[in-house]
C-alpha cells in the first residue's frame, strides 16, 4: 500500500503540468499518475484540488548562524529556526556556508558547520565552502578531499565588501589566486560561486563619499555600483575562459550583470546567475524611506531599470536561480547600521522566498509554472549537484513537494512569517502563497500547523554533473 496520494492538483513536472496524482512511498515520489489511477488505498490522501504542487524549495545562498559584521558575537538566526520557517514557505532545502578562516583547514571548518547544523535543523541541508583572501596552496590542493566527501560547491568574493575598519576578515580573493582556484575547479568538475564586486572602485568610493561627508546608507548603490560589479564580472569572466571553470555568479543585482551572464553563455561557458527576491521587488529609491536601510541586501538595490531586467532574466531565462541571501536578524540589529559603511544586510528571506516568487513572477507577470520551479528549486538542485534526488517531481526522487493556493489574496503582515520580528514585506498584496509542506514524504506543515521533527533534516552531499561544468546546460 502506499503511504500518500496526493490527489487532484495541478503537478509541475519536467514533462509538463497536469492534473495529476502524485504517489509517495516511504521518503520517496513513486509515481505521477493520471487523476484515479492511483486507487485509494494510501496511508493517507492529501486533497489538493484547485493546489498548485510543486518541488520544495531549495534555497541556494543563506547565512544561517554567521557572524553578523560589526556585532561582535552576535549570529544570524540559527538552523533550528530558519529551517523551520523555510518550511512554513515551501522552501524544504537550505544552503548555507562552511568558512574556511585563515589558521584552520577545510576538515575544521566543516567541522564546525556539522557542530552547528546536525541535529539541528528540520529542513534537508548541506553547506558551501567559503574561502578567504589569499587563498594557501596547501587548501587548493586539498580541495579534491572535499569534493570527494560531497562538497561540490566553492563561494569566493573579489571585493572585502566594506572598509577595513569595518570588513571584519579580508575576503577579497585575488585575481592571481582566483586563477589557481578556478584551475582546480575546472579539473574537478567542481562550481565556483563568486561575489563579484571591484574591490577598487568600492573602496574608492567609500573614501571618496566619506570625504564629502555623504555617508547616509542611501548612497550605497554609488559604493556598491552597477559599474562596479560590471568591471568584476568581466575579469572574474576573463578568468573562467582561461582556465575553463564554471562560474555561478551570486546576487546579479544589475542588467549590464545579466548581460554578461547572457554573453558567457552565448560563447558556450559554463556561467549561471543568481538573483534576490527583494532585488526583483524595490529599487534603490526604497533606500529613501524612513529606515529604509530595512530593504538592504550586499552589493545593493539598483535602478528601476536594473529591477526590470532581474525580473525579465528570472521569468524569461536570463538568470537560473531566485535566491536571498538569507542573513536573519533581529529589527534592532538589522537597522543599527545607517551608513554606507556599517549597514547590515539580508532578511528572513528563506519562508517569503516561494511565495513572493509565485505571487510576483506567476501571478502578476505570468511566469510559467514550469519556469517558477526552474527557478526556485530545480536549476539550483542542478547547479549545486542535487539533481535529480531534490528539485523534481518524478519517481525515484526525494518527496519533497509545496502546495501552493492560488487563491489566496490578502497583505502580508509580519504574522506571516514564523521569525524575528520584521518583515520588508509588510502590506505587500500577494495572489497565491504555499499552505502545505511534504519533506520526504512527511507533511511537516499543514493549515498552520507545524509538525516536523527536531533534527529531522538530513545533511545532502552533493556532485555537480560533469554537464553543468563544461557547459551552460541550465
Ligand atoms: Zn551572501
Partial sequence: MLDLIIRGGQVVTPMGVGEWDVAVQGERIAAVAAPGALGDEAGRIVDATGMVVVPGGIEPHAHISAPIMGHGDLKTAPPEQVSRAALYGGTTTLLDFAIQYPGIDIPQAIAERTGVWQGNSYADYSHHLMLLGQIPQEIIGSLHEAVEDGFATFKIF??????????????????????????????LSAMLLVHAEDDDMVQHMYQKLTREERTEWHNMPLVHSAESEDVSFRRVLRVAEWTGAPVYFVHVSALHGVQNIAEARANGRPVYGETLHNYCCFNQDNYKEENGMKYHTYPSLKSEADRQSLWDGIINGGLQTMATDEYCTSWETKIAGRTISDVTGGHNGAEARMGITYSEGVSKQGMTLQRFVDVTS???AKIMGL????????????ADICLIDPSIKRKLTKDDFHITDYSIWEGRDIEGWPV?????GKVVVENGSFTASPGGGQFLRRKVDPAVADRPVV
Wanted: proline share 10%.
Fill in 158 to 187: 573579489t571585493t572585502n565588501i566594506r572598509p577595513p575598519a569595518t570588513t571584519g576578515e579580508p575576503r577579497m580573493v585575488g585575481t592571481g589566486h582566483l586563477h589557481d582556484l578556478m584551475e582546480e575547479i575546472q579539473r
Fill in 378 to 380: 530545480a536549476n539550483a
Fill in 387 to 398: 539533481y535529480p534526488r531534490k528539485g523534481v517531481l518524478a519517481p525515484g526522487s526525494d
Fill in 436 to 440: 502545505t509542506t511534504i519533506l520526504r
